[in-house]
């Protein structure tokens, strides 16, 4: 399906499910309101499904690769060739997405949006290469404009066929050594905000590498001057091909009904650019949880997203989408699942005391 | 075991088991400390049971009744019937509790400890019945300090039982109407705070109720004067028979080396006797969620305890225990199961950039 597609698809949510669910919420076995954000939480899937008891089973984690030319000013812990090495440990079930994906019983879709590496072939390993990594975005833009569209598109393909194998519920997650880089400048981009308040630490860099990071996204935004009202614009100029898939992934799940729990730093910069795109994706979008790196807040605050967890992750790789499906599937277990006061036969308590 | 002997087991964390799992933690696949809460929660796990590795298999949240003399105060928006009506609702696996102790794996062990109504003979419910509720403590004592004794004594029998059929992980549950008041008693009792700081809506009393309520516990406060340095004395004073069997279950717990996941509200006054009572037992505990109920987060800071969930729940029954046993549970897989960067052939990051 074509971006304009994908985006022309994506409706509101349902208001006769999600009333539905709200009246069944208040006649299980306990005080209307006790079980606080898992109630708004599968009041949100029935919405997003049509459904007023939504049951999630089919579970999904899109782990997205790309690299990224502005490695090479300095801006990540981590050689480059971990992003390949990284991809490897997940197809080989090593990493912790893989240990979280199946504690929570979730398959797990690796892809090579763009890896600056030949990747061997893998049955798991779902081939998107766009480009092999970005170009350095200090220097001008960190892809082409139809290069930010395939990464799209490709992204929403990938979901198109995990739907066809089943799916109730999308996380995204990512790999790329130096994501934190280009993530902040879209964050920066479209926040208006400047990149001290939004650069972290990412992997681990030290006072000086995070001065450093705090210059390169700045001096990105100047040489590319990316239009903080065209999301494709920021993503080309200052994103990456595995944001621009995640997007897309977001886009794809969106348009089929189906709930995006979103991961941390990177996936949000990613749904910022697909809030951009189609504004009304924001209520399929569900906030795992709030990363250790400082710029989230800001991005989730534009987003207007209250995360799930506050666990100081800063991992990526979709380990807190992971968890958040699992607070998502236990909200929708709740809704569908307990006794009624009639069924039970408890007493209601009184309107007010 | 006689309540003397169970705090006199309650011995240090393994250093060394910490150790190890630090050590682990630091040659996983991820830049150091980035799992952030889940790692320090592994390793916490791993001083507790003394192993590098723990596996957590056996999850067991007992969930303690009672019932409560305060309630003829008016301090509750239900009637007291709910509380047995409840009991059968979880026998019969109707309630929140049994939603998500199935969905987390968990067994859940439901004991009568003072239910204020002759309760039918069930395969799955635990008799250990003080009395038929607390006296009401605005008129005197709740309890008699032997019955204090006896509550927790029964508490810990109850874990020691499910011991033998395999538990490494406990998780606390309460039901009782009215049983927010006396929480708030204790947590008065015990930090000095005055009851209009630490009294909150409970199932759901509106302002007037809430008026009430904190004047009921000034009173009971004033008439009892309990000694904030004998918890024992507090738990008989102000304090309930559900309270009292869940503080000796966690002695039971800590005196094995199980860690304990602590609910909510009324689940933490029972941890802050528990720590009135052993002191030593404070790092065996896992806070699993910040209540709604207003003093829940003074309850807390008293005990050093910074919850991993905030999700506005105020159910109890041992819903937020539950969702902490899962993240407790994933924390240690990460542990266990992740591969070591020499395992996975993925390069480790520099020292600092």
Redesign the interface.
């Known amino acids: 399906m074509s971006l304009q597609q994908l985006i022309s698809q994506i409706g509101p949510l349902d208001k006769q499910a999600m009333s539905a669910a709200r009246s069944r919420q208040d006649m ?11 109630e708004a939480l599968s009041i949100q899937v029935a919405g997003i499904t049509g459904t007023p008891r939504p049951r999630i089973e089919q579970k999904v984690i899109v782990t997205m690769a790309g690299d990224h030319g502005v490695v090479a000013e ?1 801006v ?4 480059q ?2 992003t390949p ?2 991809v ?2 997940f197809l ?1 079930g ?3 997405i ?3 994906s ?3 019983g979730a398959r797990v879709v690796v892809v090579d949006m763009g890896v600056a590496a030949e990747m061997e072939p893998h049955p798991k390993l779902v081939d998107k290469k766009v480009a092999s990594g970005t170009a350095n975005m200090v220097a001008g833009p960190a892809m082409g404009r139809a290069q930010a569209i395939e990464s799209l598109e490709s992204g929403a393909s990938v979901v198109e066929n995990e739907l066809a194998r089943g799916l109730d519920i999308l996380g995204t997650g990512d790999m790329g050594i130096g994501n934190t880089t280009p993530s902040a400048a879209v964050a920066c981009a479209l926040t208006g905000r400047p990149a001290a308040d939004v650069v972290g630490r990412g ?4 006072d ?2 995070l001065a ?1 990071k705090a210059a390169v996204v700045e001096k990105a935004l100047a040489v590319n001057r990316p239009d903080p009202d065209d999301a494709l614009d920021v993503l080309a100029k200052v994103g990456g091909f595995e944001i621009g898939g995640l997007a897309g992934a977001m886009l794809a799940a969106a348009a089929h009904r189906r709930p995006v729990v979103v991961d941390g730093f990177i996936s949000t910069a990613a749904a910022m650019i697909a809030v951009g795109l189609a504004p009304q994706i924001r209520p399929y979008l569900i906030a795992a949880h709030r990363s ?1 790196e400082q710029g989230h807040r800001i991005m989730l605050d534009w987003l207007d997203l209250k995360p ?8 990526g790789e979709g ?1 807190g989408a992971a ?1 958040g499906i ?2 998502t ?2 909200a929708c ?2 809704l569908d ?3 009624t006061f009639g ?5 209601e ?2 309107e ?2």
């Open positions: 299980l076995t306990k005080p209307q309101g006790s079980l606080g954000r898992l300095g990540s812990a981590y050689p060739e971990v090495q990284m490897y440990n080989a090593g990493a912790a893989n240990v979280l199946r504690y929570v992997t681990g860099v030290d000086a590498g450093r250790q799930l967890l506050d666990l100081d992750l800063r991992l380990t968890l699992a607070l599937e236990a277990r709740i699942e307990m006794a069924e039970a036969g408890v007493s308590g009184e007010s005391l």
